[in-house]
Nanobody, 125 residues
Framework: VQLQASGGGLVQAGGSLRLSCAAS????????MGWFRQAPGTEREFVAT?????????MYADSVKGRFTISRDNAENTVSLQMNNLQPEDSAVYFC??????????????????WGQGTLVTVSS
């Protein structure tokens, strides 16, 4: 399976971006999906995850709650991250990933075994 992330760019503080991740797998709906980010000199950190199937369960990092929304479209094999009220501290490379554990909504990067290539988000102050 391959994941292709897109939608990053340069935005002013307070602005919005929508990231998308397209998956090549026909079993896309069977796995939880997540978004992570990594700023220069820092470790990769959890942003949001969504459960398998209908995506009825979502998890968010405290730093993005109320501003970011994760969603999935199983018909299109895509997972999206709507990011509103972006702040300079949100600047990072954002990665989508597939969890290797199907029946939870994990947040730890080590649980995810398939990663996209990353898309850069830069928020200017």
């Amino acid at each position: 399976v391959q994941l292709q992330a897109s939608g990053g760019g340069l935005v002013q503080a307070g602005g919005s971006l929508r990231l998308s991740c397209a998956a090549s797998s026909r079993t896309f709906s069977s796995y939880p999906m997540g978004w992570f980010r990594q700023a220069p000199g820092t470790e990769r950190e959890f942003v949001a995850t969504i459960s398998r199937g209908s995506g009825s369960t979502t998890m968010y990092a405290d730093s993005v709650k109320g501003r970011f929304t994760i969603s999935r479209d199983n018909a299109e094999n895509t997972v999206s991250l709507q990011m509103n009220n972006l702040q300079p501290e949100d600047s990072a490379v954002y990665f989508c990933a597939r969890s290797r554990i199907q029946y939870t909504t994990p947040t730890a990067p080590r649980v995810f075994d398939v990663w996209g290539q990353g898309t850069l988000v830069t928020v200017s102050s």
